[in-house]
């Protein structure tokens, strides 16, 4: 099992920055990647970015390209978001996320940390 745990939600204002992390724990030498998420209300749960771990490799939503960046630390299980340019749409509760493999779904998710813009 693998335990996910987010961090570095909160309140800001449209034009700020925010940093998310998320700590990994428990059998994450089968990582094979990991992702962000978000889920705003009334819509449905959407991609952010993600990060593999074997080539750094990343990729990110059109929505959030030139403004957010993905990054980790494989040694010690760590997964960060930094946000910028923080705009009003970018309010909802962003899950971290992992996945085994490349031809698997994202297995373990987080509980979550919320983050809201105010405009």
């Known amino acids: 099992q693998v335990q996910l745990v987010e961090s570095g939600g909160g309140l800001v204002q449209a034009g700020e920055s925010l940093r998310l992390s998320c700590a990994a724990s428990?059998?994450?030498?089968?990582?094979?990647?990991m992702g962000w998420f978000r889920q705003a209300p009334g819509k449905e749960r959407e991609f952010v970015a993600s990060i593999k771990w074997s080539d750094g490799v990343t990729n990110y939503a059109d929505s959030v390209k030139g403004r957010f960046t993905i990054s980790g630390d494989r040694p010690k299980n760590m997964v960060y978001l930094q946000m910028n340019s923080l705009k009003y749409e970018d309010t909802a509760l962003y899950y971290c996320?992992?996945?085994?493999?490349?031809?698997?779904?994202?297995?373990?998710w987080g509980q979550g940390t919320q983050v809201t813009i105010s405009s």
């Open positions: 996320a992992l996945r085994t493999g490349p031809l698997r779904p994202y297995d373990y």
């Open positions: 428990g059998r994450t030498f089968s990582s094979y990647a």
